[in-house]
């Protein structure tokens, strides 16, 4: 299928003939090195708010801008991406291959009240399945207990608890756990069963969302874990923003943990399309991870440790992704 492919730059801009270089290297690495780039010179503030120019440069892939959001300033200015290695005049390779290899996932418009409708959704399952994924640890909650113990990580935070099955094992294990979870009917069973067990002295457990500011001090827990929360219904902006929170949350060599499925997964693919390479099915959204998403989210932290693994009858086919802390706070 054909795509257009357009470079919006300012002159003068120093940014733009490396987002030209990378382009073309992109584009070669999807098969694409035919495609004959349009180059469009903005010149005035006038212009720029016409055609709505989010800085120079802009790449626009079908005539859509896939690095932008809501929050994308407009405005004949230099343009600043978030890249792996931190805040960068041009988006990478890696950033460009993956919104050049899958345009019509990456660029079509996300509907956030369906993304919103998705935590009655799950309100309504935990109403329905009392035990929603089993009472027993998952295999990344134990591999992690191991990192933790190995690492003398003793306050964690655990994002997507649900119902608790991994918060258990933590507390069991000695560790000082806040539990958040955006479905309050799965912390009320959570809460009960560690009521049940008596430990409840070392959990806190509250109803956050996790697109909000983590309700934490900065550097205030050695280790971050979380099963299936990041592939949530979360866009990719509001995965930088949370991958940002943990790291502020992280004190410095503290351990990032998070599972996520990936693009290997048999419903990739498949489903109701929901944009940003969300789809949907039996009612779930689930967000499939590729390796320049990791990479993407992995500021400030070291490189990314990836072991696949499987769970479930699907099965669900899974990474879990270990990072450490290795700077200081992020720029804003
Ligand atoms: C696939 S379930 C996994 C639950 C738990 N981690 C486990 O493995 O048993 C994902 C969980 O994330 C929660 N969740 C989804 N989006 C969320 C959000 N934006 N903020 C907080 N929790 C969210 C869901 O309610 C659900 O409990």
């Known amino acids: 299928m054909n795509m257009t492919v357009s470079l919006l730059y300012v002159d003068g801009c120093p940014n733009w003939r490396v987002a ?63 890249t792996e290695s931190g805040l960068a005049g041009s988006p990478t390779v890696a950033q460009l291959v993956a919104v050049l ?34 009472t027993n640890p998952s295999s990344p909650a134990l591999q992690t207990l191991e990192l933790f113990a190995h690492e003398h990580c003793h ?38 069963t560690a009521t049940d067990a008596g430990l409840t002295e070392r959990l806190t457990a509250l109803v956050h969302d996790a697109r909000q500011r983590l309700p934490l001090p900065d550097e205030s827990v050695d280790g971050v874990y979380s099963h299936m929360l990041f592939n949530m219904a979360l866009t990719t902006s509001e995965l930088e923003s949370l991958a940002r929170e943990v790291h502020r949350v992280l004190r410095r060599g503290g351990w990032h943990v998070y599972t996520v499925r990936h693009t290997g997964d048999a419903h990739h693919g498949t489903g109701i399309p929901r944009g940003d390479n969300m789809t949907e099915h039996g009612g779930f959204i689930v967000h499939f991870f590729d390796q320049p998403l990791v990479d993407r989210l992995a500021e400030g932290f070291s490189s990314a440790q990836v ?6 009858d699907l099965p669900r086919r899974l990474w879990r992704v270990t990072q450490q802390k290795v700077t200081g706070p992020l720029r804003s």
Do not use: K
Request: charged share 25%.
């Open 20 to 82: 030209d270089e990378r382009l073309r290297e992109a584009l070669a690495a999807v098969g694409r090195a035919a495609t004959e780039v349009e180059y469009v010179q903005v010149s005035t503030p006038q212009e720029a708010e016409a055609i709505s120019f989010h800085g120079s440069p802009t790449v626009l892939v079908d005539g859509l801008d896939p690095f932008a959001d809501a929050h994308t300033p407009v405005g004949l200015a230099c343009r600043l991406y978030r």
């Open 155 to 192: 306050d964690v935070l655990e994002l997507g608890a649900g119902q608790g099955r991994d918060t258990l094992a933590f507390l069991r294990a000695g560790l000082s756990v806040t539990a958040l979870e955006y479905a309050p009917g799965a912390l009320t069973e959570l809460t009960r």
């Open 307 to 312: 072991i696949p693994f499987e769970e479930g």
């Open 101 to 134: 290899r899958s345009p019509s996932e990456s660029l079509m418009t996300v509907d956030h009240a369906v993304l919103d409708a998705q935590r009655r959704h799950w309100q309504e399952v935990f109403r329905a399945n009392q035990a929603m994924y089993g």
